[in-house]
């Protein structure tokens, strides 16, 4: 199935740029990029649902928070509530594709509600490199499909430092093809760029043509926090395991003491998956969170 997977806000670093003459090998792996596919009795796997947008088949991911409420980016859910599901499970079409009514409604759910942080400001991300406010929570209908629950939020940033290894999941691409390509000779250049389809230099002289694929399963990789900011933590994603375009919401976890601790909100990454990955830190927006919900009940 053919899916746009919300590349613009991912791949919004491009100011990290690549070199005047880029060569660039295919990005290839099991899962997320370089990562492993989800089990369906994982730790990870019973809090963790796709965001779908069937009118434009777009495809973000979200975490569990509370019985129908979850935590995603804004830059995901701009746009109308009735264009959004909630869709359970670790295959997104697999789910979509069911015939039977009655088995379709208990995995997919209707959006109700969607409140984004109010300091998430899209027409001033260019000039901002950190603290974008990319959170958003969603309510949706109905109940939890039975196995899954809620994740557990981490109670405080002390633990999240450099170095320290954590676990990022999504529904997003696995495999990242990009080739030099003569910039004259793409057409739409600029919406090209926009969509992530191309992604050039700040001169416009050294182009990539970027084929991204494997989108709609749970996948699941780990890289190390390169640095942690006071609304945003950033891994280092060059040693070929990261998030990458649909990934964009999903969420970054902590392991302490045999316990998963969700912590991230994946935001955004560099052009092609391959270098450092932005978490929007859900601790440092715990109050918001919190009572966020309880308005919206």
């Known amino acids: 199935m053919s899916r746009l997977v919300f590349v613009i806000s991912l791949m919004a670093l491009v100011s990290c740029g690549f070199k005047s003459n880029p060569t660039v090998d295919s990005k290839n792996g099991a899962g997320i990029i370089g990562g492993t596919l989800v089990a369906e009795k994982a730790p990870i796997a019973s809090g963790i649902v796709s965001v779908y947008d069937v009118a434009d ?30 869709v359970f499970g670790l295959d997104v079409d697999a789910t979509m594709a069911i ?47 039975p196995g899954y629950k809620p994740a557990t939020l981490l109670p405080d940033s002390s633990v999240l430092r450099r170095g320290v290894m954590v676990t990022v999941a999504g529904y997003g691409v696995s495999l990242v093809d990009a080739a030099p390509v003569d910039p004259k000779k793409i057409r739409h ?27 709609g399963e749970l996948r699941q990789a780990k890289a190390p926090i390169s640095s942690v900011q006071e609304s945003e933590v950033r891994l280092d994603e060059s040693k070929g395991q990261g998030t990458c375009s649909g990934d964009s919401g999903g969420p970054a976890y902590i392991e302490k003491d045999g316990q998963y601790y969700l912590f991230g909100v994946t935001s955004r990454g560099s052009p092609l998956c391959d270098d450092v990955g932005v978490y929007t830190n859900a601790v440092y927006y715990k109050n918001w969170i919190a009572e966020t919900i309880l308005k919206m009940k």
């Open 99 to 145: 015939r039977e009514p009655d088995v379709q409604q208990v995995y997919v759910r209707r959006v109700l509600d969607i409140k984004v942080h109010p300091s998430y400001k899209p027409e001033e991300q260019e000039y901002k490199q950190t603290d974008w406010g990319d959170i958003a929570i969603i309510k949706f209908s109905g109940t939890l499909p």
């Open 189 to 215: 250049l600029e919406e090209a760029m926009a969509y992530g389809e191309v992604i050039c230099d700040d001169g416009l002289k050294n182009c990539l043509k970027v084929d991204m694929s494997g989108d």
């Open 57 to 86: 088949n777009a495809i973000c991911t979200g975490s569990i928070i509370a019985e129908n409420f979850i935590l995603t980016a804004a830059h995901c859910v701009q746009t109308k509530t009735s264009k959004l599901k909630i």
